[in-house]
């Protein structure tokens, strides 16, 4: 069993940063992949960003391409997501998630998951 714990969400106005991390502990050596998904009231769970673990190989959204960064420190087994220029439209609430066979930006395929940290943008 994997338990992920994230953390560093807040308020922000908009163009601001925050850094937001995951703690995993629990069975990760078997880890393939570790990715941010969010979720906005009234909306399903969508697909931030993934990293292939223990590589620099990442893919994001279009909607956060060249704002949002993620990566990974596998000695402390944390993942990060650092969040440049935010907009309105990123508030949501932030999950960290894993899997063992699955790296993509799909929800339905990761098994994994962290309670969330809120991030919200104001204008």
């Known amino acids: 069993q994997v338990h992920l714990v994230e953390s560093g969400g807040g308020s922000v106005q908009s163009g601001g940063s925050l850094r937001l991390s995951c703690a995993a502990s629990?069975?990760?050596?078997?880890?393939?992949?570790m990715g941010w998904f969010r979720q906005a009231p009234g909306k399903e769970r969508e697909g931030v960003a993934i990293?292939?673990?223990?590589?620099?190989?990442?893919r994001y959204a279009d909607s956060v391409k060249g704002r949002f960064t993620i990566s990974q420190n596998n000695a402390k087994n944390t993942l990060y997501l650092q969040m440049n220029s935010l907009k309105p439209e990123d508030t949501a609430m932030y999950y960290c998630?894993?899997?063992?066979?699955?790296?993509?930006?799909?929800?339905?395929?990761?098994?994994?998951w962290g309670q969330g940290t809120q991030v919200t943008v104001s204008s």
């Open positions: 998630a894993e899997d063992h066979s699955y790296c993509g930006l799909d929800r339905r395929y990761f098994d994994y």
């Open positions: 990293i292939y673990t223990g590589t620099t190989n990442t």
């Open positions: 629990g069975y990760t050596f078997s880890s393939y992949c």
